[in-house]
């Protein structure tokens, strides 16, 4: 869900400003699960660039603050949303934790690293949605510790079904500063991207996994 229109058209401004998101629809990126895909999401960059980074922190804080008050933890989820998350959680003068995929396999063979007692509200930080599981990866093993998710915000979603259901089931609200729809619009009126190239990405959005054979 999308919380805000101003935020989503600005979020999606500054991430193909600085190339963040790549949109090349005549040529194909592919990504780690073999999809290929005329799109290519790398929110990290956002950390190289403070006016960027400190305008994403300070969206997600209003937001998380408007939905939930102020949690008691904020969690990034590994290795992505580390960076904003931890921002994220300065800004609120709040503790931070992340969430690894798994757990490691040598010292304290710790998942979540980072203090968390069991009790607390937590808001989870992620930088991408793509199907989802990942989050939910992250935010299973914070329920396993016995907290409380409120809820999780990412930077960008594609939008695919398949990650609306997950989180549906999974039973977690999910909330994006920016989606695939305000991405392509805002691209089209900038003239970052042309009606065809814009159709192109459309019909992407639509079979992502049988695209381009």
């Not at 979020?11 to 990504?31: G, M, R, V």
């Not at 895909?37 to 660039?49: H, K, Q, V």
């Not at 580390?82 to 994220?88: A, D, N, R």
Request: proline share 4%.
């Amino acid at each position: 869900m999308i919380l805000n229109k101003e935020t989503a058209i600005k979020t999606a401004e500054l991430l193909l400003q600085i190339k963040a998101i790549k949109l090349e629809p005549q040529q194909s990126f592919t990504w780690a699960s073999g999809w290929k895909s005329p799109i290519y999401c790398d929110n990290r960059i956002i950390l190289s660039y403070p006016p960027i980074r400190n305008y994403i922190r300070e969206q997600f804080a209003r937001q998380i603050e408007d939905l939930y008050g102020k949690p008691d933890v904020i969690a990034g989820v590994a290795t992505g949303a580390i960076g904003i998350g931890m921002l994220v959680a300065e800004y609120m003068n709040l503790p931070f934790v992340y969430v690894r995929p798994e757990a490691k396999g040598h010292g304290r063979k710790n998942q979540i690293e980072g203090q968390l007692e069991s009790g607390q509200t937590v808001v989870v930080i992620e930088d991408l949605i793509s199907t989802g599981n990942s989050s939910l990866n992250a935010i299973k093993a914070l329920e396993e510790a016995n907290v409380s998710i409120k809820g999780l915000l990412a930077i960008f979603t594609y939008g695919f079904d398949i990650a609306e259901e997950n989180f549906k089931k999974a039973n977690v609200e999910l909330h994006t500063l920016g989606n695939y729809e305000y991405l392509i619009e805002t691209a089209l009126k900038t003239n970052y991207i042309t009606t065809t190239e814009a159709e192109t990405l459309k019909t992407w959005r639509q079979d992502p996994s049988k695209w381009n054979q």
